[in-house]
């Protein structure tokens, strides 16, 4: 999806000015030093990209030997998309003749059908992007080029460089505007004759670290994957300058120092991050290499990051949402889950999230952020922050936590929150503890939906007059990763989750509510499909002022398998 930015080209007379002036730039002549690749894709999804295979919302394009801008998207977005040139981490990461002639070929096409100034590919963000891929895939564009080429590549770089030296200001804030300008500063270091670009980009580049960045080395999304696309980008932008001989601001450096120890508290044990509002795993591998690159040491977050606890004991790692979603702007890809929770022992996510649905249409991102989709706790037909309009749309109604307390304890850590999500429309709070032995080994959960405030129990009564006192509904869910094995045993009352390392995990109820196996799916943006997967369901009423739900999540003893289960293979792109 194009962050922020409208996916067609505005033709307005600013944009119209700024492209004529852009052509009239003095062409560079080269570059000042040999470029070298900051960037890789997937292998697998790069033979999917030569054998014309094509993913929009869901859907399998398959055009072999159709050049991409004759592709027709069912997505308007992903016919921008592709403007951007992110294909080319992939073709590159093929490597072959056929992958290096597909490549020119689609650029030299661009080139001559776009590059002065139509399509949908002259927005500031795409403008940016697009300059980090052909100036971090030089080598293989140029190989074998002739004259003729080598000249239209590089006056078409030098017009996107001037346009986006004039136009960056109509970026999104956020990770928009960090794409416009690191593409800037790439070309202006990169191009005979456009040092003149750096100064003006480092400068905005430096504000934007101070705007955008908290203290706290969050964004404004609470996206984790998008966090770490803004740390890559400033990573590759300090890297860019120090082989310049040019050192990077003081402010942009800070805000580096700042995001590193949040991206290590949001990273799982498997070295995925968590996935919320919107955001994946995150490319494997990228966090390891920023990190590398930048030269920052990723102590944990203390306390909160971004956001988010994150307890760890052992081999196991549980990341709790514990604040509201975001909201405004910031908030349209934001979920609706406040107080859920993701397990993953070792390499083996367990307890998941069902992810964003935003690359298979509209239904399916609607259908994510609900907090339905998620592993909390939701009363029936509501999800704790609502969306008033389009799946695109920012929640409105926001869950605000009223409570939390991250506990240290001498066998273990927890955390204890209450978020008011029901407060208005069924008189409830949701209250959740969970707390993690420190071998790993054992997560305890108590959830509660309680009437605290007057308010809160007045609205609570006038509903179980109402309802004739049936009570309210609600479930609580537990989302597996489909590489889980999940089985009911012991007569009904306990599920075996079954991972592939071998490791068995038991998870059990207190209580009369009725627990079941239940169909969910799996969201991942590197996937050509949804996958199947299940949930466990618990379900019950409240029908008093409290009503308590405990559970636990317990290892078996650890096989021999499972010790030595320190990779997982790639799953990436696969159907």
């Known amino acids: 999806m194009v962050k922020g930015q409208e996916h067609e080209h505005s033709g307005g007379v600013m944009d119209r000015w700024a492209m004529w002036r852009a052509f009239r730039v003095a062409p560079a002549g080269g570059f000042v030093s040999q470029p070298e690749p900051r960037t890789i894709g997937l292998y697998a999804r790069g033979k999917q990209v030569l054998a014309g295979n094509f993913v929009a919302s869901g859907q399998v394009v398959e055009r072999p030997g159709v050049p991409i801008w004759d592709v027709s998207f069912p997505d308007p977005a992903m016919r ?43 927005t500031a963000d795409l403008t940016g992007r697009r300059l980090i891929r052909w100036i971090n895939h030089a080598l293989l564009l140029l190989q074998g080029a002739d004259k003729a080429q080598s000249a239209a590549y590089f006056r078409a770089l030098s017009a996107q460089t001037a346009f986006l030296a004039k136009r960056w200001q109509k970026a999104a804030p956020g990770l928009p505007r960090f794409e416009a300008l690191t593409g800037m500063i790439s070309a202006g270091l990169a191009l005979e004759g456009m040092q003149g670009h750096v100064g003006p980009a480092l400068a905005a580049l430096a504000h934007d670290c101070e705007i955008e960045i908290d203290i706290e080395g969050g964004i404004p999304t609470r996206n984790p994957e998008e966090l770490l696309e803004v740390f890559t980008l400033l990573t590759w932008a300090a890297q860019a300058l120090g082989e310049a001989g040019h050192l990077a601001p003081p402010e942009h450096l800070a805000a580096m120092e700042r995001i590193a120890p949040t991206l290590r508290a949001l990273r799982h044990a498997d070295g995925g991050l968590a996935r919320y509002h919107g955001g994946g795993r995150g490319m494997e591998g990228r966090l390891d290499s920023a990190l590398a690159n930048a030269g920052v040491r990723a102590l944990p977050s203390a306390g909160l990051a971004m956001g988010f606890a994150r307890l760890s004991g052992g081999r196991t790692t549980v990341i709790v949402d514990a604040a509201a979603p975001p909201g405004g702007l910031a908030g349209t890809k934001a979920h609706a889950s406040t107080n859920a929770f993701e ?160 490791e068995i995990w038991v998870f059990r109820q207190e209580g009369a509510m009725e627990m079941v196996l239940a169909p969910s799916i799996y969201l991942e943006k590197t996937r050509l499909r949804p996958r199947q997967t299940v949930q466990i369901v618990l379900t019950a009423r409240a029908m008093d002022f409290e009503t308590r739900v405990g559970w636990t999540l317990a290892k078996a003893q650890d096989t021999p398998l499972a010790i030595r289960d320190l990779d997982r293979e790639d799953l990436s792109a696969q159907i």
């Open 343 to 502: 397990l993953t022992s070792g390499r083996r996510p367990v307890i998941v999230s069902c992810g964003s649905g935003a690359p298979f249409g509209p239904e399916w991102r609607l259908a994510g952020r609900a907090t339905a989709s998620h592993s909390t706790l939701a009363v029936d037909g509501f999800s704790s922050s609502r969306l008033a309009g389009a799946a695109d749309q920012a929640l409105t109604d926001r869950a605000e936590v009223t409570t939390l307390r991250v506990i240290e304890g001498e066998n273990g850590a927890g955390v204890h929150l209450a978020h008011s999500g029901w407060s208005a429309t069924h008189g409830v709070s949701h209250i959740r503890d969970l707390m993690l032995t420190n071998d790993g080994r054992h997560l305890t959960g108590i959830d509660k939906l309680s009437a605290i405030s007057t308010p809160e129990k007045r609205r609570f009564e006038q509903l179980m007059v109402d309802g004739r006192l049936k009570g309210i509904n609600f479930a609580l869910r537990f989302h597996i990763h489909p590489d889980v094995e999940a089985r009911l045993d012991m007569g009904g009352t306990a599920v075996s989750l079954a991972l592939k390392s071998g």
């Open 80 to 122: 921008a998309e592709v403007h951007g040139f992110a294909w080319l981490d992939d073709l590159a990461a093929v490597g072959d003749s056929n992958a290096r002639k597909r490549a020119q070929g689609w650029t030299f096409d661009w080139i001559a059908r776009f590059g002065l100034g139509r399509g949908p590919g002259w």
